[in-house]
């Protein structure tokens, strides 16, 4: 059996995707892998790109968008690691990082699922790692209070904004992007689930995975490059803006149903109407102060 699968799903970023494979197949040594890519109906040339420069990968070649959690479910399926290393191809690993990931599970029986540092494509620290959604956390953030006390433990909760990403701690969610987790407990809890088309699907599997009483960790000495969301910056026009917005309350409100009640979703509802009523204020009240000022 492979140490590791390295599960990666495509949509119309071919230039990321290669320097994605080709860091992959640089800086991972010592451990026995296989990569899985699922193209999602790319039209940039992706699968030309794929099929001659990387003819060693495993290849699945969808006809329609099917979305992030059923494209990675398709690899899994496949997948013969007992590591499943879930990397967007936006990503570029450095310094054998997918081996430091697989020695830290083999030492750490406990973990169901790591996440490691990410880092901007400058170089600087990308916030990976979040705290469970609740309707407390997700006031914080609707109302910014988040990023204007960004060292409170209280309104820096949901994001932790508090913490330097410096040291080895348990966390409650680390980002999908670059996401390593048991092949036995995925058998265990179940893939991603499919009713969330995508966003809040790593947050739901992290979330079935501490209920089966695993833990998940953070390590900072194993290190991906990030070029975030680079796939979603092709939703340009303000049509798929607002579906990408739609497409993200879609999945929160999902996710809130399932694991905290409907009750849950109704306040979600009414702090979005709360948060679109105190926008509407301020702009307002800008307007009004800017006329007079004419």
């Known amino acids: 059996m492979l140490d590791l699968s390295i599960c990666i799903v495509n949509w119309n970023v071919k230039e990321l995707l290669k320097a994605c494979l080709r860091s992959i197949y640089t800086n991972t040594k010592d451990i026995s892998y296989e990569v899985i890519i699922v193209d999602n109906n790319s039209s940039d040339d992706s699968v030309e790109m ?67 540092k990410l880092l901007n494509t400058d170089g600087t620290l990308q916030r990976s790692c979040r705290t469970f959604p609740s309707l407390e956390v997700m006031f914080y953030s609707s109302f910014f209070l988040d ?93 798929q803006i607002i579906r990408g917005a739609i497409i993200w309350r879609k999945s929160r409100n999902y996710f809130f149903k399932k694991h905290k009640g409907i009750l849950s979703v109704f306040a979600l509802w009414a702090l979005d109407v709360l948060q679109v009523a105190i926008i509407i204020g301020v702009l307002y009240a800008i307007t009004k102060l800017i006329l007079r000022g004419l």
């Open 50 to 116: 794929i099929k001659t420069d990387f003819p060693d990968v495993k290849f699945i070649e969808n006809k329609t968008n099917e979305g992030f959690t059923k494209a990675n479910n398709q690899a899994i399926n496949i997948a013969q690691g007992r590591y499943i290393m879930f990397l967007n191809p936006d990503t570029e690993v450095i310094d054998n990082s997918l081996n430091k990931m697989v020695r830290f599970m083999e030492s750490h029986r406990d973990c169901g699922a790591l996440g490691c």
């Open 147 to 239: 990023q204007l006390f960004p060292k409170s433990t209280i309104f820096g909760k949901y994001f932790m904004t508090w913490w330097d990403f410096n040291d080895t701690r348990e966390v409650d969610q680390p980002m999908g992007s670059a996401l390593m987790v048991r092949k036995d407990i995925l058998d265990k809890v179940g893939l991603f689930d499919e009713n969330i088309f995508i966003w809040f699907d790593e947050v739901d599997l992290c979330c079935r995975i501490k209920k089966a009483g695993l833990k998940i960790y953070f390590i900072p000495e194993a290190q991906i490059k990030h070029h975030l969301s680079q796939s979603f910056k092709q939703w340009r026009s303000i049509p």
